[in-house]
């Protein structure tokens, strides 16, 4: 399973994204957090609760690194990327079953 | 020790509960996520679905092109429906139990849309109350 955190306002460019790469099915959680930067610090207000878009995917491994490689490519912002653009996580998933139809597998 | 992550429809959310109570599993988290599943590509299959969709909407008020606009976005996959993802923490032999349950609890007629069931490892779990780890924190 892929875990991705990204902007909020990048979400439907990745997900549009992964579509068209032929991943359709994700998962979205709206989260709040921080990285190691300690949150944003506009003026004498620190902001560590920064709203972003947790992004679940759950594909077999050989489509591992073309759903990294597009959701790289489109959460970046700029050519460089800035801090606050997200990250990726890769977990491991020992069963899947899909309920409507009853039986193990995506 | 496993991770159970379930998606299932808002309105099941009852029934998964009674479920889960019903297999013995009394602890879980849930959330509120939006998303989408498999594209369905049969366009037999989506006519169908379209034409109940637009028979179900009221042609009579409003722009009828609308409403179609709409449903074509409920099938081409380019909309998100809400659901609700539980995650629940479980012993290795349970998780057999505890995968029957959801799926007889939340499979539908429809065919589709019914959500899915992740079983992942975890490696370990603490218990804040009284600091015991591994199996005994889970219940």
Redesign the interface.
Known sequence: MIRAIVRPEKKDDVLAELSSAGFNAATMVDVVGRGKQKGIKIGGMVYDEIPKILILVAIQDTDKDAVIKTILRTAKTGAEGTFGDGKIFVSPIEEVYTISKGIAGL | M?EI?V??RMKKTGATKKALVAAGVAGFTA?K???????VTDPVQIEECKAKLLAMGMTDLGDAGDTEKLITSFLD??R?FP?R?FTILAHDDD?PRI?EA??KA???D????????????ILDAVRVRTGESGEAAIW
């Open positions: 496993k992550m998606v299932v959330v996520v939006s998303g989408r599943g498999r594209l996959g380019s998100l659901r993802l998780v995968v959801i799926t939340n499979r539908t429809y065919g589709i849309g019914d959500g899915a069931i992740f079983v992942m490892p």
